[in-house]
């Protein structure tokens, strides 16, 4: 080892607290990336692997009923390489020990009894139904988990108002179903939405569809263009109840998960920026510091012939081991982290396997940027150290100059103490290195916030979604339109309180060459259950003829209040109309428009008919009404807004506080890495002043609050800096997270704010009390004798 | 000035007896003070002289509170000193005792009116730090920071610091000792100065055999002992010491 090389790890070891707090940053940085790199690099493993092996299809179209006979035609559409049909229904699920009931979409498997051509079943354990046992379900894994479910265990399922009790063969999973959200919900519910799978024969006598399907599906060659596919076959199926061909990108569970995964790619820029950033910016001032301790020595080695180039190479080795130390440390547990969050994911996308890889490329990365931010930060370091000639190296640096500040200057000084005024001109004297430590609190603030963003911001969607936009308690959706009467029917159930009649109609809005495929809900005048909303939660009433549109679809659309739109119903008659928008509507999950409902039956041309009716309950009457809905055949789906609020949060509860938790770490690491540096660089350059002025009588407490004051007067500088920082970052995530499925608000709750603020005094007082304890070491006798 | 008679003061402000003080580098003992016995009178100037490492330092900072001795007693007017906790030594040193240090140890942030004030702040009743800076001759330079200062002048606000809270006694190591002789002596005027006006017991520590001529007593420190102690038949002015 050369002297040098010893020199370097004496020096390292005398700055081990502060390297460890720098290493500790940057392994924040590191893990982050690691973990979210991973994640994401897994996950789309994972889902192409999937999507691959069972075959997901490329195009869906659903349909009322055509004969098993269009199939050839189907299948020889240009761009077409294969195409199968199926049946899908939609049905109430009873399960032993569940008041509740579950909604479940059942799809058809072949005749043959094998597994079907595209979106195949991903079998768990268990087998397919026996194509001549009629009686026999295969189940989604999800739902099965949820509800304690085995092999042999039966459930009661009720298929166009027939009740029958199946028993379940197999269990297993699906591409088509890697995200399982019941229908209209945002949010999966594994315990009251199932996907089941069923022999196509038993589903054709459940549902009268004698050599007859209601869904047909597409495989497309290479280069075929969905788009141009998908309006050929709206053109075949139109006469049979087509309502709308539609690529993956309009697929609920993969669009979800598409979206999923660019939000983790979003995180996976954004937090390590932020960590490495501060890290780099910690190196410099620590090494700066090393080097302005050591410039005597600088220039004694300069002067013994070592060369410029070889002490940047001992300088930069020190800064190398600190890189490596917070490198390894940051792979290390952003391993871990991220095949814990591989899994948390795995709970909500329900993919069979989890191909989890930690992410080489990140790995690389994550080294190759901390090198780069610590060799950066000791290069900026170095570059004064070099130019100095040995002979003045070796001579003391000149003492540096004050001047009045521009608050003194402004006439405050009356009230500034001499303790007060260090502190001030300090900061002044060196605003770059205060803005920058200003800079790394703030965003170890924001960090903290961030990782409650999440959950106050689905706590507001609930909020205005469900308890000002939504009122209703339970939803009801018939198999068919119904007619107007069947709300009075509904009403008089016992424990009903009140009523609603909705229609939703599945509809292509078309706005010059943009189109997107919706509902239109038809509500009555004055509706109480249902309310849509503006962005200033001010009720806005569908006006007779126009329509209402949430407010990120008219942006999508580019169309402003007043503008015509082209409507192209799906279902029923399919009309085409033009409308008006009178204006938009607020809402976080989905997009859609309202009309009045009578309006709407006209334009459409179906009669006085309705597709669903609102509950409101009385407190208590919800199982009982449960129980008398499912009996009724023409009901297709009832649903209950608070369980699935309460089942959301149960599934999505656990992950925010580990988030916030895990963020709320990170957070406190950063700030711990700028306090306790800062702190430490501070004591070190003033440690003769600060002895000083023991000597000259000021008590340890006196001393500790000269030094410890100027960061204390930083951190709560950074405080509202970090909150609108904190805020910032989370409206730049609400940005990119928006899509038509759900628009996040850029919202923090007061609690985030002060758990963000709490967090920093408390890392900060930590740090501090840390640095205050070697006040007590300074060397008083030393100073007396000493010129730094 | 004239040579003027040693006080008649009974009472000695500082009382020392049997001091000894042990260090211990790495395996090797140092015993920088062997049984020292002092008394210091009130409003005395007194010139420790001797070679380094005969234990003058150690004597100084043990007096001033800033070091504990190995054994012996220190008495500071009707306070013992010897096992007194960092808490009551801080409270002694910030009552009564000014230092001077060689490198002057000014805070570089703050004027000269700021560093003293930094201390009268702590005090019962101190001068106006504006008056502390007239006595050592800096009435003019009020609002200079220390870069903006010479190194006698840094010297001499270290000196209206240290008297500015009216101490008992001012203890100042090696105070010239960074400094080129007229600079020197115009710091020890002021040094003698501040002595004869408000009657501070003085004591200077020194490589400089010719600040002796000054005092009222010279003690010779060598090998951790007072080996001699001389008293000036007649006292030279500062201003008039060469060296």
């Known amino acids: ?788 | 000035m004239s040579p003027s008679p040693l006080p008649s003061q009974p009472a000695p402000v500082f009382r020392a007896r049997g001091l000894t003080k042990v260090y211990r580098m790495g395996e090797v003992e140092v015993h920088a003070l062997r049984g020292v016995d002092l008394d210091l009178f009130p409003g005395e100037f007194v010139v420790l002289l001797g070679p380094s490492g005969s234990g003058k330092s150690t004597l100084l900072n043990i007096l001033g509170g800033l070091d504990a001795p190995t054994g012996g007693e220190v008495w500071y007017v009707d306070h013992c000193l010897t096992g007194a906790d960092d808490r009551a030594l801080t409270q002694f040193r910030r009552e009564h005792v000014g230092f001077v240090f060689q490198f002057y140890n000014l805070i570089p942030s703050l004027t000269a009116r700021e560093n003293v004030a930094i201390v009268t702040d702590l005090a019962e009743r101190p001068m106006r730090p504006e008056e502390a800076l007239d006595r050592v001759g800096l009435g003019d330079r009020l609002d200079h920071f220390p870069a903006q200062m010479s190194g006698g002048e840094q010297q001499r606000v270290a000196i209206a610091r240290a008297i500015a809270k009216r101490p008992a006694v001012l203890l100042c190591d090696e105070p010239t000792g960074a400094l080129d002789s007229s600079t020197g002596i115009r710091v020890l005027e002021t040094l003698e100065q501040v002595n004869a006006e408000l009657g501070t017991t003085t004591v200077v520590i020194t490589h400089n055999a010719g600040i002796g001529a000054m005092a009222h007593r010279v003690l010779y420190l060598a090998d951790g002992r007072i080996v001699r102690e001389v008293r000036p038949p007649r006292r030279t002015p500062a201003r008039e010491l060469n060296w």
């Open chain 1, 1 to 788: 080892m050369s002297m040098l090389t010893r020199k370097g790890l004496r020096d390292l070891w005398h700055v081990r607290t502060q390297a460890l707090a720098i290493a500790c940053v940057i392994a924040g940085g590191v893990a982050t990336l690691v973990m979210s790199r991973s994640t994401l690099e897994s996950l789309s493993n994972t889902r192409a692997l999937f999507y691959q092996e069972e075959a997901l299809a490329d195009l869906w179209a659903p349909l009322k009923r055509a004969p098993d006979t269009l199939l050839p035609r189907l299948a020889s559409v240009p761009g077409v390489q294969a195409a199968e049909t199926r049946l899908l229904a939609n049905a109430t699920l009873n399960v032993a020990g569940f008041e509740e009931p579950a909604r479940g979409d059942i799809v058809s498997l072949p005749l043959d009894g094998g597994q079907p051509l595209l979106n195949r079943v991903h079998l768990v354990s268990g087998r397919l139904p026996d194509p001549d046992a009629d009686a026999e379900i295969l189940l989604g894994e999800a739902f099965a988990q949820a509800h304690r479910l085995q092999l042999g265990d039966s459930l009661r399922l009720i298929l166009q108002g027939h009740a029958t009790t199946m028993r379940i063969v197999g269990i297993g999973t699906s591409p088509e179903y890697v995200y399982q959200s019941p229908p209209g919900a945002a949010f999966p519910d594994f315990q009251r939405f199932a996907v089941l799978w069923m022999n196509r024969h038993a589903m054709e006598k459940a549902l009268d569809m004698d050599g007859a399907f209601n869904n047909v599906v597409f495989r497309l060659r290479t280069g075929a263009i969905a788009e141009a596919v998908a309006s050929e076959v709206d053109g075949l199926l139109a006469r049979y109840g087509g309502v709308g061909a539609y690529g993956r990108h309009e697929q609920t569970s993969a669009r979800y998960l598409e979206e999923e995964l660019r939000q983790l790619r979003t995180m996976a820029t954004l937090f390590p920026v932020i960590f490495l950033g501060v890290a780099a910016f910690l190196v410099h001032v620590v090494l700066m510091r090393l080097l302005s301790t050591q410039r005597e020595q600088v220039g004694v080695l300069k002067a013994f012939g070592y060369g410029n180039r070889t002490l940047a190479v001992h300088y930069l080795g020190i800064a190398t081991w600190i890189a490596a130390g917070g490198a390894l440390l940051g792979i290390a547990l952003g391993t871990a982290l991220g095949s814990w969050l591989a899994h948390v994911y795995q709970g909500i996308y329900r993919f069979p396997f989890l191909t989890y890889r930690l992410s080489l490329g990140a790995t690389a990365l994550g080294l190759a940027v901390s090198f780069a931010a610590a060799c950066g930060g000791a290069l900026l370091a170095l570059r004064a150290a070099a130019a100095l000639p040995p002979a003045e190296a070796m001579r003391a640096a000149a003492p540096s100059r004050f001047g009045a500040t521009i608050l003194e200057r402004l006439g405050f000084q009356r009230w500034l103490s001499p303790s007060a005024r260090i502190a001030i001109r300090d900061l002044e004297r060196r605003p770059g290195r205060a803005s920058i430590t200003l800079a790394g609190l703030a965003m170890a603030c924001a960090v903290m916030t961030v990782g409650r963003f999440q959950g106050d911001a689905i706590d507001r969607m609930v909020n205005v979604q469900l308890s000002i936009a939504q009122t209703h308690d339970i939803e009801v959706n018939f198999v068919d339109l119904a007619p107007r009467g069947a709300v009075f029917e509904l009403a008089a159930l016992p424990g009903v309180r009140e009523a609603e009649p909705v229609r939703s109609a599945p509809v292509r809005l078309v706005h010059g060459l943009r189109s997107y495929r919706t509902t239109l809900e038809g509500l009555p005048p004055n509706a109480r259950l249902r309310r849509p909303v503006d962005a200033k939660l001010r009720r806005v009433e569908p006006q007779s003829n126009d329509l209402l549109l949430t407010d990120y679809l008219g942006t999508m659309l580019d169309l402003k209040a007043g503008d015509l739109l082209d409507i192209q119903a799906l279902d029923g008659h399919r009309h085409r109309r033009e409308m008006r928008v009178s204006g938009f509507v607020h809402e976080y999950i989905g997009a859609r428009g309202y009309m009045d409902l009578d309006s709407l039956n006209r334009q459409l041309g179906d009669g006085d008919v309705i597709s669903g009716v609102l509950l409101g309950v009385a407190p208590g009457a919800e199982p009982d009404v449960y129980l008398r809905l499912s009996r009724r055949p023409r009901v297709m789906g009832i649903a209950s807004r608070l369980a699935s609020v309460r089942s959301f949060y149960a599934t999505m509860g656990e992950s925010m506080l580990i988030f916030s938790l895990v963020a709320a770490l990170l957070g406190a690491v950063i700030n711990f890495g700028v306090v306790y540096n800062a702190a430490r660089i501070s004591l070190s350059e003033r440690g003769r002043e600060l002895a000083s002025l023991r000597v000259l009588g000021m008590t340890r407490a006196e001393v500790g609050g000269l030094l410890l004051g100027q960061l204390g007067l930083l951190v709560f500088l950074s405080l509202p800096c970090g909150l609108v920082a904190g805020w910032a970052l989370c409206w730049l995530m609400a940005r990119g997270f928006q899509s038509e499925l759900f628009r996040v608000p850029a919202v923090l709750s007061t609690a985030t704010y002060a758990f963000a603020a709490i967090t920093v005094l408390a890392a900060s007082g930590l740090s501090a009390l840390l640095v205050y304890r070697r006040i007590s070491r300074l060397d008083l006798v030393a100073v007396l004798k000493t010129r730094e």
